[in-house]
């Protein structure tokens, strides 16, 4: 099911090149409604030519998005976060790492960030947790978000 959402994709190099690959292959998000940095480096790029909007910088992205997706690994989520923690605000941040730690995350975003770790490593004692009172409405997509990239990192 294609949701009709709109999310900023934010990351590193790979990580975050699969799980855009991810959500144009499930057709998760429509590809105008995927928001990408070019700050985020070139591999990344690539997906202008399938409809994604490619914009000069990290908080572009974000005030485009609904949801705001950080993919990258453990060393690296930091890094990512720390630009962009001011402006998270009343959005929903997925963030999707080897390391996702809820409690980490949600000290280094805006209070009313909504957020929903996701650790990718084998063995997470709680591979998905997300803050308390979560909207219902908002489970859905990113529910289908989540299973998306994880089934691309596994396959």
Not at 10 to 35: C, D, S
Request: with cysteine; charged share 20%.
């Amino acid at each position: 099911m294609t949701h009709n959402i709109r999310i900023a994709c934010l990351g590193t190099g790979e990580v975050l090149a699969r799980a855009v690959h991810a959500l144009l292959e499930y057709k998760v998000i429509a590809p105008e409604n995927i928001f990408l940095s070019r700050k985020d480096g070139p591999a990344i790029e690539r997906f202008a030519a399938s409809g994604c909007t490619l914009l000069d910088d990290d908080m572009n992205a974000i005030m485009r998005g609904e949801i705001v997706l950080v993919a990258a690994p453990g060393d690296e989520v930091d890094a990512v976060l720390a630009p962009i923690c001011g402006c998270t605000s009343g959005r929903y941040l997925i963030a999707i790492s080897d390391r996702a730690d809820l409690s980490d995350i949600v000290n280094r975003v805006a209070r009313g960030t909504q957020v929903v770790a996701v650790c990718t490593a084998p063995g997470c004692k709680q591979p998905v947790t997300n803050t308390p009172g979560f909207a219902a409405y908002m489970q859905p997509p990113c529910e289908d978000i989540i299973r998306a990239i994880v089934a691309e990192k596994a396959e």
